[in-house]
């Protein structure tokens, strides 16, 4: 299972902790799920829009995602 991992000012949002398994096969279906689990998180993620916030990067085993397939990035490791 994927594992999510998020910065110390994030843990706030996801019960202190700083990561934690979450299924999905795509970035976005792991998104949904946190969002799922920790719905206070989408506020700080997304903008009015929907669009993922520009200072939030998302990492698919240390590459970010806009230099893969985005949201669509096939996942199978981890995620940061």
């Known amino acids: 299972m994927p594992i999510v991992r998020f910065p110390?000012?994030?843990?706030?949002?996801?019960d202190n902790q700083s990561e934690f398994e979450v299924n999905g096969s795509t970035v976005?279906?792991?998104?949904?799920?946190?969002?799922?689990?920790?719905?206070?998180?989408?506020?700080?993620?997304?903008?009015?829009?929907?669009?993922?916030?520009?200072?939030?990067?998302?990492?698919?085993?240390?590459?970010?995602m806009r230099d893969l397939n985005g949201m669509e990035t096939e996942q199978k490791k981890g995620i940061r």
């Open 28 to 64: 976005a279906e792991l998104v949904d799920n946190v969002l799922i689990r920790y719905p206070a998180l989408k506020p700080h993620l997304f903008d009015a829009t929907g669009a993922l916030r520009r200072h939030f990067n998302i990492f698919v085993n240390g590459v970010h």
């Open 8 to 14: 110390a000012l994030m843990k706030f949002y996801v």
